[in-house]
């Protein structure tokens, strides 16, 4: 039976109403398909930074970040091809603070073992500058950047950048003088700055996943207190990763490897032998580690209680978000005491840094949950 119909109403309404929203429908699914891409190659892009914050570390822990003693953005792509090259790659090794105080005699093979962890670690530096370029162009030209993003995809771009430049700065300290590692403070600021870019790459990834019409709606349901509290955690943990790349620089996790305790006491009597006095805070090792522990402590405390706090979260998939965040403190600080106790073996210690990288990006997606709720309906199914 067909309804009657207001005088006023147009004949050509209903066709007019269902073009709009078809044109509308039509928006949306360009949209979602540029988000989808995006986030697409954001996530190879945190992919690369991850594997890259790993093999950083690698080569860390086997000294070879003074091999090349050179910065060339472009040509130096090209390793070693003739061995009137590889000579002429170790004459200037061979002339480094690093060669003459500590590694006096190395022969031209043992060079090469760590010519090549220092190259793949530039290598994969330009690789991702080349992701990033060839992706950021890409969708720019083809008009597939969703609205208001391309600001954040530049700062990427641009980070990346400086981080290729610090990553030279860092390096240039430990080329002169007596110097026979990089300058430790050059080289938390180094691994800061890659943990500031990975975690705006997983802050984008979680905002492309669900539509901005979702986003809106969840925004609702912000759980304003555990939003804050996650924000705080995620500054600690950051703090705690710039402690934990200063006692990798200064290779403090090899000189008390006793714990509870450090050398047999709390607070170890070697904490301010330097002069002057703010020097210990960068290159001795005992107040570094100590520090380091202390930090690492007030961090798992912190975690718990906001762990506690979100227990009570309406919401069961921010609940389940923290429960791994907690699971993985207890986990990092397992593996930061078994570092210790082990002297820095390079498996461990790799492990511990993965570890940081694994519970830096698990409380970025608790905080993000916090402040966009996923809803479930009675049944349990995402509203």
């Known amino acids: 039976m067909s309804t009657k119909r207001s005088i006023f109403e147009e004949v050509g309404a209903g066709a007019k109403a269902a073009q709009a929203k078809d044109v509308a429908g039509g928006i949306d699914r360009t949209r979602k398909g540029a988000r989808r891409g995006v986030r697409i190659w954001l996530m190879i892009l945190f992919t690369l930074v991850a594997v890259m914050i790993a093999v950083g570390g690698l080569t860390r822990l086997t000294d070879s ?28 090794y061979q002339a480094s603070p690093e060669y003459l105080l500590q590694n006096k005699g190395m022969t031209l093979e043992a060079f090469k073992t760590i010519f090549w962890w220092e190259w793949g670690h530039r290598q994969l530096g330009r690789v991702i500058g080349l992701v990033w370029a060839i992706g950021f162009f890409g969708f720019l030209v083809a008009r597939r950047i969703p609205a208001g993003w391309t600001g954040r995809l530049v700062l990427i771009g641009a980070l990346g950048g400086m981080q290729g430049a610090i990553g030279w700065w860092m390096v240039a300290s430990g080329l002169h003088g007596r110097m026979v590692d990089v300058a430790s403070y050059r080289l ?7 943990f500031v870019i990975l975690g705006f790459i997983t802050w984008y990834v979680l905002h492309l996943g669900r539509p901005e019409a979702a986003l809106m709606q969840a925004r609702r349901g912000r759980e304003g207190k555990l939003f804050g509290l996650s924000t705080g955690l995620m500054h600690f943990a950051f703090l705690q990763i710039i402690l934990g790349a200063l006692v990798a620089g200064i290779d403090a996790g090899r000189g008390y490897i006793d714990w509870p305790l450090m050398a047999g006491q709390f607070f170890p009597d070697a904490a301010f032998n330097l002069t002057p006095l703010w020097t210990n805070f960068f290159e001795n090792p005992a107040l570094v580690q100590f520090i380091h522990r202390m930090s690492g402590y007030g961090l798992f405390v912190f975690g718990g209680a906001v762990w506690w706090t979100a227990r009570g979260s309406a919401h069961p998939v921010t609940r389940r978000a923290f429960h791994l965040v907690m699971g993985m403190m207890v986990l990092q600080m397992v593996l930061g005491i078994v570092t210790v106790m082990q002297a820095a073996a390079p498996h461990i210690a790799i492990t511990h840094q993965i570890g940081a990288v694994v519970l830096w990006v698990l409380i970025l997606r608790a905080r993000f949950l916090s402040q966009y709720p996923v809803t479930q309906s009675i049944r349990g199914t995402k509203a």
């Open 65 to 92: 970040g003074l091999s090349i003693t050179e910065w060339k953005p472009v040509t130096g792509a090209l390793p070693p091809m003739t061995g009137a090259d590889w000579d002429q790659e170790f004459a200037k």
């Open 188 to 194: 938390a600021t180094h691994l800061g700055l890659a």
